[in-house]
């Protein structure tokens, strides 16, 4: 009788937690760089600066992401490492956030960067039962069927960053891994 006096408040309390979470009660986890991290937007910045060819290296250098935005709302994922992955033309979104940031919404984007069993997931995004984490806004989102990438200005510290923005993974919840994409140099 007592276990199961002990598993309905054990119940009660994970509820009540869950509860708390989705209504903003209990902050999210956030990254102790998050103000460093997550600059705002230049003043110049348009929709069209994000055209163009935008790269990630995970862990190493021979493991890279690389995202073609177009100006039609198509983009395309090529993925090299262990394995190798083209999409076709998928499309993108932009939502504007009251913060001031963006979220760059990449339908059946795949998250190549950390788990082998997302890179394979057809229809792309995260599992059902996993969250990410928004560092700018300290806020878990969920991506069934994309990813979604945060739209940040640079840090003042990297001169060389073309156009002054970067895109940022949300960080899988529990994970310390982070990663950008940057705009690949034109010719």
Aim: glycine letters at 6%.
């Amino acid at each position: 009788m007592k276990r199961t006096h002990l598993f309905a408040l054990l119940s009660m309390l994970g509820l009540l937690t869950l509860s708390c979470y989705s209504l903003g009660i209990i902050p999210t986890p956030t990254s102790p760089y998050a103000p460093y991290d997550c600059p705002p937007l230049p003043e110049t910045f348009t929709e069209a600066d994000l055209i163009g060819t935008w790269v990630a290296e995970y862990h190493d250098s021979s493991t890279t992401d690389m995202l073609i935005l177009r100006q039609d709302g198509k983009y395309k994922q090529i993925f090299d490492s262990y394995i190798h992955f083209e999409s076709d033309w998928q499309n993108w979104w932009i939502e504007y956030r009251p913060s001031g940031f963006l979220r760059l919404h990449l339908e059946g984007m795949r998250r190549c960067d950390s788990i082998e069993s997302l890179c394979e997931k057809e229809d792309g995004g995260l599992l059902e039962n996993m969250w990410a984490v928004d560092e700018c806004e300290n806020e878990m989102i969920r991506m069934p069927g994309e990813i979604v990438l945060i739209v940040t200005g640079v840090p003042e510290r990297y001169l060389n960053v073309p156009r002054r923005i970067e895109l940022q993974h949300a960080r899988l919840a529990g994970s310390d891994w982070y990663y950008t994409f940057r705009l690949q140099e034109e010719p």
